[in-house]
């Protein structure tokens, strides 16, 4: 079974930065493709960015660009959130996510942490 733990989540005024960690076990990490996505309430998940196995290739949701950065360190079976320049927009509940792709037809599978809820205050 595969367990995702995230960390770092907190209460920051608008403007400042949180780094968020996820931490992979049960399974090999570099086998995933890991996301963050995100949740407020009233609102449905979705997806704040996300980096391919290999590291080499980060994508962001339009309204996260410039200011929210996703890093990996397979070393240490672990993912990043940077945030910074943080809104009150930003508060929600923040989900971790592994992807992993079983064959060619694209069948996969994935897990999810627990959440961290980030609360950015004006």
């Known amino acids: 079974q595969v367990h995702l733990v995230e960390s770092g989540g907190g209460l920051v005024q608008a403007g400042g930065s949180l780094k968020l960690s996820c931490v992979v076990s049960g399974s090999n990490f570099r086998n995933y493709d890991m996301g963050w996505f995100r949740q407020a309430p009233g609102k449905e998940r979705e997806l704040v960015g996300s980096?391919?196995?290999?590291?080499?290739?980060?994508t962001y949701e339009d309204s996260v660009k410039g200011r929210f950065t996703i890093s990996r360190d397979n070393a240490k079976n672990t993912v990043y959130l940077q945030m910074n320049n943080l809104e009150p927009e930003d508060t929600a509940v923040y989900y971790c996510?592994?992807?992993?792709?079983?064959?060619?037809?694209?069948?996969?599978?994935?897990?999810w942490g627990q959440g961290t809820q980030v609360s950015v205050s004006s």
């Open positions: 980096i391919w196995r290999s590291g080499e290739r980060t």
């Open positions: 996510n592994a992807v992993r792709i079983l064959n060619v037809e694209g069948a996969s599978v994935d897990f």
